[in-house]
């Protein structure tokens, strides 16, 4: 919200509230599938989807993986719901549950995360990875959801820009291996707004 330091009693309420209202009103939805990936010239193949993931970050990112989870979560269009509503009215509101729903959505892929491989075999992975990570396109959000078939089980879809409908939504690929893996860079290192980033220039990061 762009706070420095310790937000005030003002700021702490509005946070308070947007998280209250927040966990009374979403449902979160994930779906995954697991796949089998080659790493070839033309980039990382993975079974579920046509075409290739392409760029040196996946290819680095996946390397020593023969298999691979995609995950795609959603808050839900009561999110986006929420916030539009609140910024009738409430600006600032709006803009606290929109920062408490940036949150939500990371917190679901965690113990979207956690479920998976409680079931799955599963020995060593990677970190999460996602379209518009470091040099992976964007334009594979739809390929990702075809793949899921995320719009009939989750209500999931893209815009002909690339961007997630419901905005506080998250595509992703998860490496898996048999034996140790290099997890990749994450967070800034492969952010592409490292360069211009608000977070970076007041000193702190995003933490994602």
């Known amino acids: 919200m762009g706070v420095k330091g310790e937000p005030d009693s003002a700021v702490s309420e509005l946070l308070d509230r947007a998280e209250k209202q927040v966990r009374e009103v979403l449902r979160p939805k994930y779906v995954y599938i697991e796949t089998d990936i080659s790493i070839t010239d033309e980039g990382v193949l993975l079974g579920a989807m046509i075409e290739p993931l392409t ?32 910024a009738v009215t409430n600006m600032a509101y ?25 079931k799955l075999s599963a020995p060593y992975r990677t970190w999460r990875f996602s379209p518009g990570y470091g040099d992976l396109p964007l334009t594979l959000q739809r390929g990702f959801l075809l793949a899921l078939n995320a719009q009939r ?25 048999d034996v140790q893996v290099t997890k990749g860079s994450r967070g800034c290192a492969v952010c592409t707004m490292k360069d211009s980033c608000a977070y970076r220039l007041s000193g702190n990061i995003c933490k994602k």
């Open 94 to 118: 709006s803009l606290a549950l929109d920062c408490i729903c940036s949150a939500a959505i990371e917190q679901v892929c965690e113990r979207a995360e956690e479920e998976i491989f409680s």
């Open 153 to 177: 089980r989750i209500g999931l879809t893209v815009t002909d820009s690339s961007l997630l409908i419901p905005s506080k939504s998250v595509t992703a690929v998860i490496g898996i291996s």
């Open 55 to 86: 760029g040196d970050d996946i290819r680095r990112h996946l390397k020593g993986c023969d298999k691979a989870v995609l995950l795609a979560a959603t808050l839900s269009q009561e999110a986006d719901k929420l916030i539009r509503q609140a």
